[in-house]
């Protein structure tokens, strides 16, 4: 009885055990099953991934390279609407010397941070008639059916990219047409190097160990490459003349489908063409077509598979080492259990620094598009303030004659009514200027720190404000006359009122929109955070927008943060407003709430102490009478305007257009020469540079400086000769202005 016990008990043991084993095989198959197709899955998402990050990145460049030639198309429709340009070409039509456009031509090449090489004007038969620079040449075949497509559409144009044998580098050609009203003059075509376009948008981009980017006309030959040896081949019959043995099926299927204009990726086999021993390898690849009219290019990126695979290998070792875990559950669950739950935070963990890369890259993008549109508004700003330069130096002589003749003539003279008109249309033209130069961020002269009128700088900037409201804002003021003087720049307060009114009305999306602007004097006692020993000017700006959350509010004086769509700001604005408002020892607050609008409070402080231009009026009269000045202009007609008003003054006036000249003429006669009146753009020596050597040759010389614009590079490179100039005026002068100005100066030295 006892061993057929044993023999029951023996047979169900092996039972147990068999079903044990079988169990533990049919949960390592379970365990083998799952592992298989969470690799698969895992591998899928990241390579999915992978592959829309590589095609963000080529869109990304597509977009840069379209944005990058309409900037050149921007910057050469504005070149050829030029009124001046127009009578150039005319001048040349008529046989004349070419050599005064090719100076157009020559400032247009030679404009700092342009990617042109070459510019050239051909006429409307297609015949090339100037360019620049003279040593430029082009291949006529290469360019013919460009050049004729854009004579016969009368459109802008971009051709198709051909290869410059002498610098083995593809260059593109722009043709933009040229119009007199209705009239075709001919074609203005600027030669860019692909290899510009390559170092400034795609050379930059990273793209693991040895990806890279690439660009291919829609013929497959290769363009713009990383590889300098690359440029010029076919993509496929190139190489398959160098290497005839190797396998290019799926490199063909790729590029058929690149050839095809759409955008997309593809994982496939191809060869790393730069190592010395050729081996099939798998590639990531994502490719987008950049369309200039009826053709394109393609924007391709290549990186290895290898990178990809390197962290899927990883997840899929710790996912074996999970299985075993799962394993030894059935022996220890208590244990395996908690190394279950560390594998799962590890994973959680991992994920999130995914989802934190990807966060991060986007990022980066969003802030390199923002500034490239700063950039952009820079470039427009800096012509804007050339433009302002030549419009002021014409302006000159109109308003100074004709403010001459309102002096010299009766009233009841018959032409005394339309001089007038004249005058104030030259007023209103000089208004306009320095209007375009604050909304293009750019100072009408040297930056002097001096007391100004607050009342007058809001009533103009309100002024600029409501030329440009759209109709359905309205401003409502409340402006408190006699607010007072605060130590400032014109033109920076003029900004910081500017760019907060700006924000309020852009925050008004629809509906009736209202924005209150209130100025008025305040104590700093009544202000927490002000002094409480002075006296302030509170300016505020309140609108009825969509308002802001608490965490905007907290970031909305950071740069680069703006809650714009990308290419509608470059969150700059409040950034620079706080600036400004900081330097001059003043504060900015907001109050704000989502949908219900934002108020925005500046203070700065009040100077009591103001210096009253009538003191230095005194004896005028004797002052003139005594003093002989000098005036310097490379300009002919400034300086004759300026030498007949204040030689009608009573003033004793010898001028000079060399500013060397003119250097030499004060270090023999400095004895009887008082003051010095001089512009400051002048071939030779600048303005300020000649005011540096007047006053060390006469310290009680005074210096007035004349300009019309002086450019952010050209102040900083000059800026520590300011302190040798006593006073600034800036173009097109009003002689009673400029009077009031010299008998302030003369009064210094008195």
């Known amino acids: 009885m006892r061993r057929l016990l044993n023999k029951i008990r023996k047979k169900l043991y092996i039972e147990k055990k068999s079903v044990r084993v079988l169990l533990y095989i049919i949960v390592t198959l379970i365990l083998i099953g799952l592992t298989y197709e969470t690799y698969k899955q895992y591998e899928n998402t990241i390579v999915t991934q992978q592959e829309q990050e590589l095609l963000d990145i080529s869109k990304s460049i597509s977009r840069s390279i379209d944005v990058f030639i309409d900037d050149i198309e921007d910057s050469m429709k504005i070149v050829t609407l030029d009124n001046q340009f127009i009578k150039e070409i005319s001048h040349i039509e008529q046989g004349n010397n ?98 510009a376009i390559y170092d400034k948008l795609i050379a930059p981009v990273k793209i693991g160990g040895k990806g890279y980017a690439m660009v291919k006309d829609q013929k497959g030959i ?94 899929l070792v710790k996912i074996i080492g999970i299985d075993f875990l799962i394993i030894v559950i059935l022996y220890f669950l208590l244990s395996t259990f908690i190394k279950m739950k560390r594998t799962k935070e590890e994973h959680e963990k991992e994920t999130e620094y995914l989802k934190m890369v990807n966060e991060t890259s986007e990022q980066l993008r969003k802030k390199e598009t923002e500034l490239y549109h700063s950039h952009k508004l820079n470039m427009i700003g800096t012509l804007a303030g050339g433009i302002a330069h030549d419009i002021n130096n014409l302006l000159t002589p109109i308003l100074g004659y004709s403010e001459l003749m309102l002096m010299t003539m009766p009233k009841n003279n018959e032409y005394y009514e339309e001089i007038e008109e004249i005058y104030k249309a030259s007023q209103k033209g000089k208004d306009l200027v320095g209007q375009i130069l604050v909304f293009s961020r750019k100072d009408n002269g040297i930056v002097k720190i001096e007391p100004i009128d607050i009342n007058e700088v809001v009533k103009q900037s309100l002024k600029l404000v409501k030329s440009v409201l759209p109709k359905n804002v309205v401003i409502k003021e409340n402006i408190n006359e006699d607010s007072g003087y605060v130590i400032a720049n014109f033109t920076q307060i003029h900004q910081v009122i500017f760019n907060l009114c700006t924000n309020a009305y852009q925050s008004i999306k629809r509906g009736q929109g209202i924005i209150e602007a209130s100025l008025k004097r305040v104590a700093g006692t009544e202000i927490d955070g002000l002094s409480k020993e002075k006296n302030y000017v509170e300016f505020i700006i ?209």
Not at 169 to 183: A, E, L, R, T
Not at 294 to 315: H, K, L, R
Request: with cysteine; hydrophobic share 35%; net charge negative.
């Open 98 to 195: 070419a050599n005064v456009y090719s100076e157009k031509l020559k400032s247009y090449c030679d404009a700092e941070g342009t990617p042109v090489k070459a510019v050239f004007y051909y006429d409307k038969s297609g015949k090339i008639i100037t360019k620049y620079p003279q040593s430029a040449n082009v291949d006529n075949s290469s360019i013919e059916n460009d050049l004729k497509t854009a004579i016969d559409t009368k459109k802008t144009y971009v051709g198709k990219a051909f290869l410059d044998e002498s610098k083995k580098s593809f260059v593109v050609n722009i043709y933009q047409p040229v119009f007199d009203g209705s009239k075709f003059k001919g074609i203005m075509a600027a030669s860019i190097s692909l290899d």
């Open 542 to 750: 309140k609108d009825n927008g969509c308002g802001m959350d608490e965490e905007t509010k907290t970031r909305i004086f950071d740069p680069f943060f703006t809650t714009k769509a990308i290419g509608e700001g470059t969150g700059l604005g409040l950034f620079i407003v706080q600036n400004i408002i900081n330097k001059y020892k003043g504060i900015i607050t907001v109050e704000s709430e989502l949908g219900s609008g934002s108020c925005f409070k500046v203070y700065l402080p009040i100077s009591e102490e103001i210096v009253s231009l009538e003191e230095s009026k005194k004896d005028s009269s004797l002052i003139i009478s005594k003093k002989r000045i000098l005036v310097v202009d490379d300009n002919e007609e400034v300086v004759k305007m300026l030498e007949k008003s204040l030689n009608h003054l009573g003033y004793n006036v010898i001028t000079e257009t060399d500013s060397l000249e003119a250097l030499r003429l004060f270090e023999e006669d400095h004895e009887n020469i008082d003051l010095v009146i001089t512009d400051y753009i002048m071939p030779n020596i600048k303005g300020n540079e000649l005011a540096a050597h007047i006053k060390k040759i006469k310290k009680n010389a005074g210096v007035i400086l004349i300009t019309g614009y002086i450019d952010d590079d050209e102040e900083k490179g000059q800026h520590s000769h300011i302190e040798f100039i006593d006073e600034c005026i800036s173009k097109p002068i009003e002689i009673s202005k400029l009077n009031e100005v010299i008998v302030k100066v003369m009064a210094k030295f008195s």
């Open 222 to 315: 290769i363009i713009m490459h990383t590889v300098q040896e690359q440029v010029g081949m076919d993509v496929i019959e190139t190489r398959k003349q160098v290497f005839p043995g190797l396998d290019f099926t799926e490199l063909e299927d790729l590029i058929d489908k690149q050839l095809k204009g759409e955008e997309g990726t593809a994982l496939y086999h191809s060869y790393w063409w730069g190592d010395n021993e050729l081996k099939k390898v798998r590639k990531l690849n994502a490719y987008s077509p950049v369309y200039f009219g009826d053709y394109f290019w393609i924007v391709a990126i290549t990186m290895s598979y290898d990178e990809v695979q390197g962290p899927i290998n990883t997840f």
